[in-house]
């Protein structure tokens, strides 16, 4: 398994940035790498989620069963995409008086047979904490209206 965690603390309170995470649909209004986001089924804290994005100039599409656990976790698995059965969780915990987030991809890549480790964690690992990071940077700046 590769493992890809990134953290990043934010000027606001835990709830409320659970809150705005949790807001899927509202992604691509401060998400550059995402052009759509809807919830295609709901259940109770259960639902899957299909995002339209860009990777590397290519748009793709994903597929994921998220469920919340609020206040401080939100976990899915990719079920379409380019990585599928990823594992993904958010994980929200105070800190220095605002919140850390911590977001952690674990995934096998098995696209490329015999050599799919290597290829997962010398360039995928590299795409997934970048578009992670991003993530978290944008959260950060729409949390505590920081241009940028």
């Not at 986001?37 to 994005?53: F, Q």
């Not at 590397?56 to 990719?78: A, D, F, H, Y």
């Not at 590299?126 to 949390?143: N, S």
Request: proline share 5%.
């Amino acid at each position: 398994m590769i493992k890809v965690e990134n953290t990043i603390i934010i000027d606001a309170p835990c709830d409320k940035v659970f809150s705005v995470v949790s807001d899927f649909e509202s992604w691509p209004r401060f998400i550059l790498a995402y052009q759509d986001v809807k919830i295609v089924e709901k259940e109770e804290n259960r639902m899957v989620i299909e995002r339209k994005g860009t990777v590397r100039g290519k748009t793709t599409l994903w597929r994921s069963e998220t469920e919340l656990i609020p206040p401080n976790l939100i976990k899915s698995r990719q079920i379409i995409g380019p990585i599928p059965d990823m594992e993904i969780e958010w994980r929200f915990e105070e800190a220095d008086g605002g919140t850390k987030i911590s977001l952690v991809h674990d995934f096998e890549y098995k696209k490329v047979p015999l050599l799919g480790g290597i290829i997962g964690r010398l360039i995928v690992a590299k795409i997934v904490r970048r578009m992670a990071q991003d993530t978290l940077e944008a959260i950060k700046r729409r949390m505590e209206n920081v241009s940028g």
